[in-house]
Nanobody
């Protein structure tokens, strides 16, 4: 499974960005997908996750501002980010998880920079 994230960039605080992650390769039994981020000097953290059943979960820090969605026909997930804050700055990574084997797949990150 290959994951290609795009949509990062520089935005002012209060602005919006939409990240996309296109998945290719063997998508058979890819169950859950999500977005993680790594702020400068910090560890990678969960931002949002969408499960195979369609349910979603978000980090408390982004609830009400970010929305994750999934287009199964196109094998793409999105992260709509609104009301961005400087603390949202970081490299955003796309993730896919195959439950049957417990395998995580990661794409190269896309940088999001929010200026104050």
């Amino acid at each position: 499974v290959q994951l290609q994230a795009s949509g990062g960039g520089l935005v002012q605080a209060g602005g919006s960005l939409r990240l996309s992650c296109a998945a290719s390769g063997s998508m058979f039994r890819i169950d859950d997908m999500g977005w993680y981020r790594q702020p400068p000097g910090k560890q990678r953290e969960l931002v949002a996750r969408i499960f195979g059943e369609g349910t979603t979960t978000y980090a408390d820090s982004v609830k009400g501002r970010f929305t994750i969605s999934r287009d199964n026909a196109k094998n793409v997930i999105y992260l709509q980010m609104n009301s961005l804050k400087p603390e949202d700055t970081g490299v955003y990574y796309c993730n896919a998880f195959r439950r049957r084997t417990g395998t995580n797949y990661w794409g190269k990150g896309t940088l999001v920079t929010v200026s104050s």
